[in-house]
């Protein structure tokens, strides 16, 4: 392959890894290849490479992967790396076509998650300690809640981290598993050999886990299984795409779980979302998380099975020390971590 191409690719990876990127956007348009990276949750215009340009890039990415040179009408995922500095850092792909060719789109996966700890992600002291609490149960369902983007995946590594033991098991099911953790068994879903998060998730009860990580709750089939392990003596962590706290225990009464279940199970549930900070110089450097830390305690159980309508749940989960995702933020903005606007614009969604 020719060497300019070879390095064209090179560059790009190297400048998002300094820009502090999260993702990279290869986008063939009529007349230009555009790339972009997601730097702080928002998409930026990066450079512009002529047309033909498009395939060859592509082709040399394709070869990282591994991916199927010969293949150009329908999707590709797959996985590269590449060594910059001290740092060796793993990168998902997504090859999909379209109308003007080939779109790529890579994750930059950093391999920072041995350093994360909750404080530096931006929990305050007392989410930590409602957070720390429920970790020291055997058993239960530990839920994170938000929208795509939200960070839910770097809290859940997070807590597994916290709960690394020699004596203990812990096994997840993940898709994609996006950070390597030593000490746990990972398993990957794979949808062309059935293995998905419900088939995924039977055959870990069948491993003799203590702790078991469901990447994602999307369908019943998992949250039935997942609701069981967790009353079988499992302590469960996954997350579910919704708004807020609330909001969680409504997405499993429509997934069909029977409101004694959920009462019996969840044990606390997390919202949150991803703001940016504000350096020292007003210029915003990073991210940091705005949550909610909702405690299923006795009052909440009986709301849940009585089906109690969402305003009671609120009502009592305030009682229970709930502190709402935006007042969380106006605190940090009060602290000149963030600003006012910020966390209006992410609370909105």
Known sequence: MNQSIINIVQKILSDAYESKASDIHLDPTRNLLRVRFRVDGLLQDRTFFPKDLSPPIIS?????????????????????????K?????????????????????????????????????????????????LRKTSGMILITGPTGSGKTTTLYTLLEMLKKEEGSIVTIEDPIEY????????????????NFANGLRAILRQDPDIIMVGEIRDRETAAIAVNSA???HL????????????AILRLYDMGIEPYLIASTLSIII???LVRKIGPDDSFSGRLVINEILIVEENLREAIIKKSSRAEMEIL??????????????????????????VLRVTNL
């Open 60 to 84: 040399r990415l394709k070869v990282l992967a591994g991916l199927r040179m010969d293949e150009h009408q329908s999707d590709q995922d797959g996985r590269l790396h590449f060594q910059i």
């Open 86 to 134: 001290d740092e060796r850092v793993d990168i998902r792909i997504s090859i999909v076509p379209t109308y003007y060719g080939e779109n790529a789109v890579l994750r930059l996966l950093h391999r920072h998650h041995g350093t994360l700890s909750l404080s530096n992600l931006g929990f305050n002291n007392k989410s930590i300690e409602m957070i720390t609490e429920a």
């Open 180 to 195: 390597a953790i030593d000490g746990i068994e990972q398993i990957q879903v794979n949808q062309r050999s059935s293995l």
């Open 231 to 233: 009353l079988t003596g």
């Open 236 to 247: 469960l962590l996954s997350t579910l795409h919704t708004n807020d706290a609330v909001s």
């Open 271 to 273: 919202g949150q979302r």
């Open 317 to 342: 989960a305030r009682q229970n020390g709930l502190i709402g995702m935006r007042e969380d933020g106006y605190e940090k903005a009060s602290a000149g971590l963030t600003s006012s606007a910020e």
